[in-house]
C-alpha cells in the first residue's frame, strides 16, 4: 500500500491530525529535513529494538527446541518457563573479564565482533517485514542482501586471525571457504527467482507472490522453484553456520573455531549476530520462496497487522526447521560440504536457471 | 607452494578427547601427518596402590579405572583374586555378577554411542542415551548404594543380595531399552550423514588389529570372531546361549554397528540370566588363608574374611569387558598385600591404534575413530 | 603336550625351564633369546600378546609376557630374568606393534630398558620424573612437581619452584 515504513509513519501521523502540525514547526525553521530525520531513526531504533527482542527469544528457543528433541525441560527458572533466560545470559556475559590475548592482533581482535554484527544488522535493512513495513524499498534489496552477508566471513577472518590461536585460525579458513562456495549456488538458485519477477527489490518480489492459482494453491515461489528452494535452504543453512555446517565453529574439532579466544561482551557480539543471522536468512527464505508476507485478509485488521503475523508465523516455521535439523543430524566433513557444493549444487543450481529460462523465454510460466 | 607443517595439541583439555588426553598432530592444512598421543594427567598411580592394599582394600580403587563400567573391574580383580586364593563362589553370586555386569556393559555401550554422536555434532543421542542409563544407575544405586563406583563384587561372592522387587524392575528396564534401541538405530543407522562420517574412516584390517594389540569391540569390528567370554569361558558364561558380534569392515561404522548388536546380545544375557537365577547364598561362609578376620561380620549372608592371604604365586585373569579385555596380573608373596599387581586395561592398548588409523586423514575423522575406539581416560592412565 | 612343552621342543637352548602359572603354561626363557621365542610363539598362534608384566623382586627383575591364541584357544606365558643392576631385555616391538606402549610403560613404571624400542620414553609420568615407582626402593617420601613449561614440555622439580606463577613476558 504504501511505498516504505516512513511514509506508514507518515500516514498514522496524518490520520492522528499530528502530522501536519508538526511538519508546520519544523517548516517555519526551514529545516523540514530534521522531522525526516527523525522519523527514519525512529524507524531504526524500532527495528534494533525488535531485532534485539527477537535474538534474545531466538536462543530462549532454540534452548527450549533442542530440550523438547532431548526429552528435556531447557530452562525453567528464570522468569516463566525460562523466558528470562537471554536477560540473565546477557548480565553473566556483561559480567564477565573481557580477556585479551598476549599474543592477539589487539585492534583487530576488538573490531571483529563489531564487524559481524553490522551486517547482521544490515541484511534487514531491504527486508519487508509486512505490508508498507520495510525500511528502505532498493531496487536492488537481492543483490544487497547477498553483497552485505559477504561481509561477514571477512569478520570471521579477522576474528580468527587476530586470535592468534590455532583453532581459530581453521575456524576461520572453513568459514571462508565454505562461504565462497556456498554463496554461489545460493545467488543462483535466488536469481532463479528475479526472472520471474524481473525486479530485483523484496517488496516486488513478495507482490509477485500474491494471489492463488485455481483459488487454492498460493502463487508461491516455491510450487514453481522447488529445486531452487532445496538449494537455497541448504545454501543458507551453510551460510548460517549451523549444524550440520558448523564448521566455523565445530565445538567437538575446533574447541569453539573462531570465537574459541572471545570472552565477556565479545562472545556475545557473536553469538547475537548467529541469532541476527539466522533470523535474516530465514526472512529471506520466506520472502523469496514462501510468499513473504502474503497471507489471506482477515477482516477489520488492518492489512500492516496481519501481514507482519503472516511474515513472522513463516519465519519461524523456518527457524524451527533450522534448530530441528541441528538438533537431528551430525556435522558433515568440510571437505565433504566443499564436494557438495562445487560438484553437486552449483551444476544443479546452473541447470535449474537454465530451464528455468527456458521455461521463462518460451512463456510456458 | 611451499607451506609449513602445523603442530597442533589437541588436549588435554578439549572437548573431544573425553578427558584429559592429548594429541600432538603435525598437520598439512587440516590432515594429519603425524598423530603423537601423550597421556599420563590422569596416572594416579593405582598399580602402586595396590601394593599398599589388603586385597579387599584395593577392590574400590579397581572402581575409579574405567569408572563408565566400574563393575567388570571390581570382578576382573576379584576373579583374579579368587583364582589365586582358590576360593568357591556360590551359584546365585556368580548369577548376580553376570546380571550386573551385562547391565554394566549395556551402559558403556549407551555412553560410548552417546559420546560418538555428541563428537560428530549430534547432541541428541547421548541425552537419549543418558535418559535410560539413569534409570540403570538407579537399578545399580538400589543395589550396592552408589551409582557409578560400586564395590560390590568381592572375593567369595557378592556384598549384597538383591533387593526387593529389584527383578521386577530390571525387567521393566529393559522393554524400555528395547523399545529405545529401535529410536536409536531410527536416529542414526540411516542417517546419510552419518554414514559419510563413519564408512571407510579409521580402517584397520583384522591382521594389524591383532597385531596392535586391539581387544574388544573394536578388534570384533575388524572381523576377528573373537571373545573372552567364548575363548576363556568364566563364570557362568559356559551355560549362556550367545554369540559374539563381529564385522567385517574394521573401519568406524563397523565398530559402532558392533556396539548396538552387543547391547541386543546383552538384552538377551539378562534374559537368561533373571530367568534362571537360583536361590542360595550370595557369599562362599568357607575359611581362607590365615589371618583372623578383623572386625564383625554383619551378618551370617555376608562372611567372608576380611583379610586374607592367598599362597605365594602369580596370576594372571581376564575378562572381557566392555571394552575390551581387562586383566590382572597379580603376584601374591604369601603376605596379606599383593607384591605386584598389573592392570592390563583395553583403554590403554585399544588406543595404540590410533596413531595408525588417523593417519593421512582429516582432524574430523580423528574424532570419529577417537570416538568409536571407545577410551574412558581413568582407565588409560591408571 | 602343552604350548610351554612345544616351545622347548623348537628351541631347547633358550628355554631354561618351563612349568605353569595356575592354569597356564609358562616357559623361562633366556633373556637373550626371548626375540626368537616370542616369534615361534606367534608362529605357533599365539598372535595376541595381553600384557607385558615388570617386576621388581629386589635381587632380580622379571619381565613376564602373556600370550593367548584366537584359535587354539590357549594361553602361554613367558618370562625372562634380568639383572637387578642392569636390566634389559630385547623389545618386541618388531613384531608386535601393541608391545610398544606396554614396553614404554614397564620402563615408566619398573625401569626396565628395552634395547631397540624405537621410542623408548616414558609414558605416564612426565620426561624427568625422579625414579621408577613400581621399583621396592623408590623413595615416596620425596615430592615432585610438575608444571607444563612454555613449549609445551614438563618440568619436574622436588622443591616446587618451578610451581611459582610465571613472569608477564612482554614482547
Request: charged share 20%.
Amino acid at each position: 500500500m504504501f511505498e516504505n515504513a516512513y511514509e506508514l509513519i507518515v500516514y498514522i501521523m496524518t490520520a492522528l491530525g499530528i502530522y501536519d502540525s508538526i511538519f508546520r514547526v519544523f517548516e517555519v525553521l526551514g529545516i523540514e529535513y530534521v522531522l525526516r530525520i527523525i522519523i527514519v531513526f525512529v524507524e531504526i531504533v524500532v527495528l534494533f529494538a525488535f531485532a534485539l527482542v527477537t535474538i534474545m527469544f531466538l536462543t530462549w528457543m532454540e534452548r527450549k527446541v533442542v530440550a523438547m528433541v532431548q526429552a528435556r525441560y531447557g530452562p525453567m527458572v528464570t522468569g516463566p518457563r525460562g523466558l528470562l533466560q537471554p536477560v540473565m545470559d546477557g548480565v553473566k556475559l556483561i559480567g564477565k573479564e573481557d580477556i585479551i590475548p598476549d599474543k592477539a592482533d589487539r585492534w583487530v581482535f576488538t573490531l571483529a565482533p563489531f564487524i559481524i554484527f553490522i551486517p547482521a544488522l544490515l541484511v534487514f535493512i531491504p527486508l519487508p517485514f509486512g505490508d508498507s513495513l520495510v525500511i528502505s524499498n532498493f531496487k536492488i534489496g537481492l543483490l544487497y542482501i547477498i553483497a552485505v552477508s559477504a561481509i561477514s566471513p571477512i569478520a570471521i577472518l579477522l576474528a580468527g586471525w587476530a586470535s592468534n590461536n590455532k583453532y581459530s585460525l581453521m575456524g576461520a579458513m572453513r568459514a571462508v571457504a565454505q562461504d565462497i562456495s556456498y554463496t554461489i549456488p545460493l545467488a543462483l538458485a535466488a536469481i532463479a527467482i528475479v526472472m520471474f519477477t524481473g525486479s530485483l527489490s523484496m517488496v516486488d518480489i513478495v507482490t509477485a507472490q500474491g494471489g492463488t492459482w485455481f483459488g487454492v494453491i498460493p502463487k508461491w515461489f516455491i510450487f514453481l522453484q522447488p529445486l531452487g528452494f532445496i538449494l537455497f535452504l541448504i545454501a543458507s543453512i551453510a551460510e548460517m553456520g549451523r549444524i550440520p555446517f558448523d564448521f566455523q565453529e565445530s565445538e567437538s574439532e575446533l574447541v569453539a573455531g573462531f570465537f574459541t579466544e572471545y570472552s565477556g561482551m565479545k562472545f556475545a557480539m557473536f553469538f547475537l549476530a548467529e541469532y541476527a543471522h539466522l533470523f535474516a536468512v530465514s526472512g529471506i527464505v520466506v520472502t523469496l520462496f514462501l510468499g513473504g508476507w502474503n497471507g489471506p485478509a482477515v477482516p477489520f485488521i488492518p492489512v500492516q497487522i496481519t501481514s507482519l503475523v503472516y511474515f513472522l508465523i513463516k519465519t519461524y516455521a523456518v527457524i524451527f526447521f533450522a534448530m530441528w535439523l541441528r538438533d537431528t543430524v551430525p556435522r558433515m566433513r568440510i571437505d565433504q560440504l566443499l564436494g557438495l557444493g562445487w560438484k553437486v549444487m552449483v551444476p544443479v543450481a546452473l541447470l535449474n536457471l537454465l530451464v528455468t529460462g527456458l521455461l521463462v523465454t518460451a512463456g510456458v510460466i | 607452494m611451499e607451506t609449513d607443517e602445523l603442530i597442533l595439541n589437541m588436549g588435554p583439555v578439549h572437548p573431544s578427547t573425553h578427558g584429559v588426553l592429548r594429541f600432538r598432530l603435525r598437520m598439512d592444512g587440516e590432515i594429519i601427518k603425524n598423530c603423537e598421543i601423550v597421556m599420563g594427567y590422569l596416572h594416579r598411580g593405582t598399580e602402586k596402590l595396590g601394593e599398599m592394599k589388603t586385597y579387599l582394600q584395593f577392590i574400590p580403587y579397581t572402581d575409579r579405572l574405567d569408572y563408565i563400567s566400574a563393575m567388570p573391574n571390581n570382578y576382573a580383580y576379584v576373579k583374579a583374586v579368587e583364582e589365586l586364593a582358590g576360593i568357591e563362589v556360590p551359584q546365585r553370586a556368580e548369577y548376580i555378577r553376570v546380571m550386573i555386569m551385562e547391565l554394566n556393559r549395556i551402559v558403556n555401550h549407551i555412553v560410548s554411542i552417546g559420546s560418538l554422536l555428541m563428537d560428530l555434532g549430534a547432541a541428541t543421542m547421548i541425552m537419549w542415551g543418558f535418559r535410560e542409563r539413569e534409570t540403570a544407575l538407579q537399578l545399580f544405586e538400589q543395589l550396592c548404594g552408589a551409582r557409578m563406583t560400586f564395590n560390590y563384587i568381592k572375593p567369595g561372592g557378592v556384598r549384597e543380595d538383591l533387593p526387593e522387587g529389584f527383578i521386577p524392575k530390571l525387567r521393566e528396564w529393559m522393554k524400555d531399552m528395547e523399545k529405545r534401541l529401535v529410536d536409536y538405530e531410527q536416529l542414526i543407522n540411516d542417517n546419510e550423514i552419518f554414514h559419510m562420517r563413519m564408512k571407510d574412516i579409521g580402517t584397520i584390517s583384522a591382521q594389524e588389529a591383532i597385531n596392535y594389540g586391539l581387544t574388544g569391540p573394536s578388534l570384533r569390528g575388524s572381523g576377528v570372531d573373537y571373545d573372552m567370554r567364548k575363548i576363556e569361558p568364566y563364570s557362568i558364561y559356559p551355560d549362556i546361549d550367545f554369540k559374539a558380534c563381529t564385522r567385517p569392515e574394521g573401519d568406524s561404522y563397523a565398530r559402532y554397528i558392533v556396539r548396538i548388536d552387543e547391547i541386543k546380545e546383552s538384552l538377551q544375557i539378562l534374559r537368561q540370566v533373571i530367568d534362571s537365577m537360583p536361590e542360595g547364598k550370595i557369599v562362599s561362609n568357607a575359611k581362607y588363608g590365615i589371618a583372623p578376620m578383623t572386625g564383625s561380620p554383619s551378618s551370617v549372608m555376608t562372611y567372608f574374611p576380611r583379610i586374607f592371604t592367598p599362597h605365594a604365586g602369580e596370576v594372571y585373569s581376564r575378562i572381557e569387558a566392555p571394552k575390551g579385555e581387562l586383566g590382572f596380573y597379580i603376584v601374591s608373596d604369601g603376605t596379606t598385600k599383593p607384591y605386584r599387581v598389573k592392570i592390563r586395561s583395553p583403554s590403554f592398548c585399544n588406543l595404540t591404534a590410533i596413531p595408525k588409523m588417523v593417519q593421512g586423514l582429516r582432524i574430523p575423522d580423528l574424532i570419529a575413530a577417537f570416538g568409536t575406539i571407545d577410551v574412558v581416560l581413568g582407565d588409560v592412565d591408571r | 603336550m602343552n604350548a610351554a612343552e612345544e616351545l622347548k621342543n623348537a628351541l631347547p637352548n633358550s628355554v631354561v625351564s618351563i612349568s605353569f602359572q595356575l592354569d597356564k603354561p609358562l616357559a623361562i626363557i633366556k633373556k637373550e633369546d626371548i626375540l626368537k621365542a616370542a616369534t615361534i610363539a606367534r608362529d605357533m598362534g599365539f598372535v595376541h600378546l595381553s600384557v607385558i608384566t615388570g617386576i621388581d623382586y629386589c635381587d632380580r627383575y622379571e619381565v613376564v609376557y602373556n600370550f593367548l591364541s584366537y584359535v587354539r584357544k590357549q594361553n602361554l606365558v613367558l618370562k625372562v630374568i634380568l639383572d637387578h643392576n642392569n636390566p634389559v631385555v630385547d623389545s618386541l616391538t618388531s613384531i608386535w606393534k601393541g608391545a610398544d606402549w606396554l614396553e614404554r610403560e614397564t620402563y615408566d613404571l619398573v625401569g626396565i630398558k628395552f634395547s631397540g624400542h624405537p621410542d623408548l620414553k616414558r609414558i605416564l609420568l612426565p620426561e624427568g620424573w625422579a625414579g621408577h615407582p613400581l621399583q621396592k626402593d623408590y623413595d615416596m617420601k620425596t615430592e615432585q612437581f610438575v608444571t607444563i613449561g612454555d613449549d609445551g614440555e614438563d618440568i619436574v622439580s622436588t622443591d616446587g619452584s618451578n610451581l611459582l606463577r610465571r613472569k608477564y613476558h612482554g614482547n
